[in-house]
Each structure stands twice: as structure tokens, then as C-alpha cells.
Nanobody
């Protein structure tokens, strides 16, 4: 089983940057595709970005392309999301997830972190 813990969220002004981290436990971490989702109250959890197990491929939602970068360090069992040019619309709880293959819906993923709050002010 893979256990995931997010960190790095906080409050920033529009145009600022944050780097989220997702620390994973589990000996098979390097075999999983990893992703980031986000969710606001009353809305479905939405796909943000994903990265393949070997870090050879990345995938992004249209609304973050050019602003966010997903990466992973398998030696450290950690996934990252570098968020630049943040907008108030990026305000959400951000979750990392692990699955056998990447996808844009939550059903593709087997393991989830507890979430970390990102708030972007005007």
C-alpha cells in the first residue's frame, strides 16, 4: 500500500508561486503514475497534472499549462507540483494521488493524500 502526505500549501498573492510536495511511503512507489487533483467546496475533484512512473511523460490540464510543472524524485519517494503565476481561481485543496496508470478522473487512482490548502488572494 502507498501512503501519501502533501505539504507546501499556503497563502500567496496572485502572480506568486508555491511548490507542493507529496511524500510517499511504500516500496512500489516508483512503479506508480502520480498526479495532482484539486477541489473546492461543492465541486468535483478536478485533474491538474500527472506524471508517469519513470518520469518520462507529463500531462497537464489546459488551465495550468505553462504555469505548473509536475515532477518526481523516485529516490526520495516524492512528487512535486511547482505552481507559478498563481491566480485566485487556483484556490483549492490540492491532493496527490497514485495509480497504475494516469488518468483525468479520480477513478484512475488507488491512493490519495489528505490534501493541502492553497489560497491565492487578489
Amino acid at each position: 500500500q502507498v501512503q501519501l502526505v502533501e505539504s507546501g500549501g499556503g497563502l500567496v498573492q496572485a502572480g506568486g508561486s508555491l511548490r507542493l510536495s507529496c511524500a510517499a511511503s511504500g516500496r512500489t512507489f516508483s512503479r506508480y503514475s502520480m498526479s495532482w487533483f484539486r477541489q473546492t467546496p461543492g465541486k468535483e475533484r478536478e485533474f491538474v497534472a500527472a506524471i508517469s512512473a519513470g518520469a518520462g511523460s507529463t500531462y497537464y490540464a489546459d488551465f495550468v499549462k505553462g504555469r505548473f510543472t509536475i515532477s518526481r524524485d523516485n529516490a526520495k519517494n516524492t512528487e512535486y507540483l511547482q505552481m507559478n503565476s498563481l491566480k485566485p481561481g487556483d484556490t483549492a485543496v490540492y491532493y496527490c494521488a497514485a495509480g497504475q496508470a494516469w488518468g483525468v478522473t479520480t477513478s484512475h487512482y488507488d491512493y490519495w493524500g489528505q490534501g493541502t490548502q492553497v489560497t491565492v488572494s487578489s
